[in-house]
């Protein structure tokens, strides 16, 4: 298999929405061999991912606004030029936490995130209803969303 190089400008990057996040696919898993991938992500104020935990590592820098990560059993608010690493196997979530939305980059190695972000987006098109497909679409991909706190 090769790969070459490639551009992908602002307005031609692949985009989806997926509960209320806009998705924009930068660097696809297909050309890097399903290596890597790189995402942009919009996260209006409280949407997000709730805490989940995947096999494969995640790092994200936020370009604008906050986000309040949780990882393990802490909670940071990461703002614009902020960077955080979360290693595979850990729980992790995120929400949008600024008035304007939180624009980060999400780096995913190997590739996972795309087609779980696929499957949100064509399956889980009416909230709240909907919201009980997630844990299932995200086992699909390898991805375990924990039970809210009791």
């Avoid at 996260?43 to 991912?49: E, H, I, T, Y």
């Avoid at 290693?87 to 992790?92: A, E, M, Q």
């Amino acid at each position: 298999m090769s790969f070459s190089e490639s551009i992908v400008r602002r307005d031609e990057a692949e985009s989806l929405r997926a509960m209320g996040v806009d998705v924009h696919f930068l660097c696809r898993a297909e050309a890097t061999g399903g290596a890597w991938s790189l995402i942009e992500t919009v996260v209006p104020r409280d949407a997000g991912p709730p805490p989940h935990r995947h096999p494969w590592g995640e790092a994200y820098y936020v370009t604008e606004g906050t986000a309040e990560f949780e990882v393990g059993n802490r909670r940071e608010l990461v703002g614009s030029g902020d960077f955080l690493y979360v290693p595979g196997g850990t729980v992790h979530g995120f929400r949008g936490a600024s008035e304007t939305p939180a624009r980060m980059l999400i780096f995913d190695a190997p590739a996972h995130a795309e087609g779980f972000f696929r499957d949100v987006e064509r399956e889980v098109t009416e909230m709240p209803r909907d919201l009980a497909k997630v844990p299932v679409i995200g086992q699909r991909h390898g991805i375990e969303f924990l039970p809210p706190p009791a």
